[in-house]
Nanobody
Framework: QVHLVESGGGLVQTGGSLKLSCVASRAFGTYGMAWFRQAPGKEREFVAAIRWSGFNTYYRDSVKGRFTISGDNAKTTVYLQMNSLKPEDTAIYYC????WGTGWPRGEYDYWGQGTQVTVSS
């Protein structure tokens, strides 16, 4: 069984920074990991992803230049450094793990964390 545990969320003012972490407990490798978010009343959306082969990264346009996704060499932990935060970044942030890379990077993910709340005040 795979467990993903996120941490690092919180309340921050506009322009501030937060760093999210997600640790995957599993005994096998995966294709890559990603962060999604869901704001109140909105659908869940892709934020960023990292493919373990080559540690290639992918971002949604609205976070490019502000957010950075990274991972550890064990390929079980992924981070999301968020800078220059805006009120529209307020959401629950979910970590996801893709075993096979189906529809990569916005496609199917096999495992999900419980989420961590990020609130950006204006």
């Amino acid at each position: 069984q795979v467990h993903l545990v996120e941490s690092g969320g919180g309340l921050v003012q506009t322009g501030g920074s937060l760093k999210l972490s997600c640790v995957a407990s599993r005994a096998f490798g995966t294709y890559g990991m990603a962060w999604f978010r869901q704001a109140p009343g909105k659908e869940r959306e892709f934020v960023a992803a990292i493919r373990w082969s080559g540690f290639n990264t992918y971002y949604r346009d609205s976070v490019k230049g502000r957010f950075t996704i990274s991972g550890d060499n064990a390929k079980t932990t992924v981070y999301l450094q968020m800078n220059s935060l805006k009120p529209e970044d307020t959401a629950i942030y979910y970590c996801a793990d893709s075993k096979w890379g189906t529809g990569w990077p916005r496609g199917e993910y096999d495992y999900w964390g419980q989420g961590t709340q990020v609130t950006v005040s204006s």
